[in-house]
């Protein structure tokens, strides 16, 4: 029977230096992973990663850090490339790289579409081939989405739509993958209390926000917290693994879907 425990097993994570990547990282190195690799977009998330590498390293698991912007397949295969060389081949792949806009659709230009699209669609899309290519037989693969996935809702046409892809992508390799024993799961956390979020919501949105979730009242700031979302990361990258193919909205009743 396939050892689907944390225990010694090696992880990537993009995304994985800071927030909800950051924090997952530090999670699964606690849980006894091995080694954790993770990635960072640029220059301004080093000291994020350092920080992330050393609290790794503190609950004893050999820590890697790579800076890249995945928005190209070249940057992928990189990527896998360099962390297979690192700590070896990996058991566990997360993916949370995303970027959100808000905005008319009328208003949404082609580069900011296109961008959207390199960002959200792209890069997840080869993170996933890559992930298939390297992850060990029984394996785990999570995409980090939106629980705008769920919504009808105006000004995320680019956003959500984007992420909407990835709903596909996740099932068809879901299907492909599972000849090896490997898992394929999407989640959708709602909007997080995080520095991701705030940008793009002005101070109505915010409050609407905060009073969206049917779980509001009992959450610290009435958005998802990051905390609350680990601990079903870890269930799916491990003895959740009967879980393939879904994509799991993670938000206190936010959206249904």
Do not use: C
């Not at 959500?160 to 090896?180: C, S």
């Amino acid at each position: 029977m396939a050892n689907h425990s944390i225990e010694g097993k090696t992880v990537i994570i993009a995304g994985g230096a800071k927030n909800l990547g950051g924090l997952i990282a530090k999670d699964l190195a606690k849980h006894g992973a091995k080694a954790v690799a993770i990635h960072y977009n640029s220059a301004s998330s080093k000291a994020a990663a350092d920080a992330t590498l050393a609290a790794i390293e503190a609950a004893g698991a050999k820590a890697v850090a790579f800076q890249a912007d995945l928005t190209s397949a070249g940057a992928v295969e990189k990527l896998f490339a360099d962390v297979t060389a690192a700590v070896g081949r990996p058991d566990i792949a997360i993916n949370t790289v995303g970027k959100v806009l808000k905005k008319p659709f009328v208003d949404i230009t082609e580069a900011e579409y296109d961008e959207m699209t390199a960002v959200n669609a792209k890069t997840a899309f080869f993170f996933l081939k890559e992930a298939g290519k390297h992850v060990n037989d029984n394996g785990k693969i999570v995409t980090l989405v939106t629980s705008l996935l769920g919504a009808f809702t105006p000004f995320y046409a680019a956003y959500a739509g984007t992420k909407a892809l990835v709903e596909h992508f996740t099932r068809a390799a879901a299907k492909e993958f599972g000849a090896r024993g490997i898992s394929v799961t999407a989640v959708g956390p709602g909007p997080m209390d995080t520095p991701f979020f705030y940008p793009d919501e002005g101070e109505d949105a915010v409050a609407y926000h905060k009073t969206a979730a049917a779980l509001s009242a009992f959450s610290k700031t009435g958005l998802t917290d990051i905390q609350d979302v680990v601990p079903f990361i870890r269930l799916l990258v491990s003895d959740g693994w009967w879980v393939t193919g879904q994509t799991i909205l993670i938000n206190g009743g936010y959206t249904t879907k």
